[in-house]
C-alpha cells in the first residue's frame, strides 16, 4: 500500500509550517524537531488554547480524528506558528478533496494573514514612536 500524504504550507508573521495530513489517523499533531526527534503538540506548545486554534480546520470539516498531522515549524513565536500550522492544515485538506474550498473559504482558513511587524524608522525610536521633543 503506497504512503500518501497529503501536504500544506502556512505562514503567518515570519513563522512557516510543512504539514502533512496521514489518512487513517488517530487524530494526532506531532511537532518535527530534528531527523529523529518528534514531540507531540500539546508538550510543545503547552497551552490548550493553541491546540483548539491548530484543530479548527478539522472541526470546520467534520474531520475530526481522520488525520495525523505531521509538522515542521520555523520561525515566529508559538503563537504565530500555531496559525501557521492550522493554515497549513486547510491547504492540505484543500488537496485531500478539493470540495472543502467553500466550507474552508467561508470560515477564512485559506486566506494567509500578510500583518507582519513594521520597520522600525532612522530618526525615530520605533516604527512610530519618535524621540521626545525637548523644548530647552
Known amino acids: 500500500m503506497a504512503d500518501i500524504r497529503y501536504y500544506g504550507t502556512g505562514k503567518r508573521k515570519t513563522a512557516i509550517a510543512r504539514v502533512w495530513l496521514v489518512p487513517n ?9 530534528s531527523k529523529n526527534k518528534t514531540v507531540d503538540a500539546a508538550t510543545y506548545f503547552g497551552r490548550l488554547a493553541l491546540l483548539k486554534i491548530m484543530e479548527q480546520p478539522f ?18 513565536g508559538k503563537s504565530a506558528q500555531a496559525d501557521a500550522i ?31 511587524k513594521e520597520r522600525k524608522k532612522y530618526g525615530q525610536r520605533g516604527a512610530r514612536a519618535r524621540y521626545q521633543w525637548s523644548k530647552r
Open 25 to 33: 489517523g488517530e487524530g494526532k499533531i506531532n511537532i518535527k524537531l
Open 86 to 116: 492550522k493554515f497549513g492544515i486547510a491547504k492540505a485538506l484543500l488537496a485531500f478533496n478539493p470540495e472543502l474550498r467553500q466550507t474552508l473559504k467561508k470560515a477564512g482558513f485559506l486566506t494567509r494573514d500578510a500583518r507582519i
Open 59 to 76: 472541526d470546520v470539516t467534520g474531520t475530526n480524528g481522520r488525520f495525523d498531522v505531521i509538522c515542521t515549524v520555523k520561525g515566529g
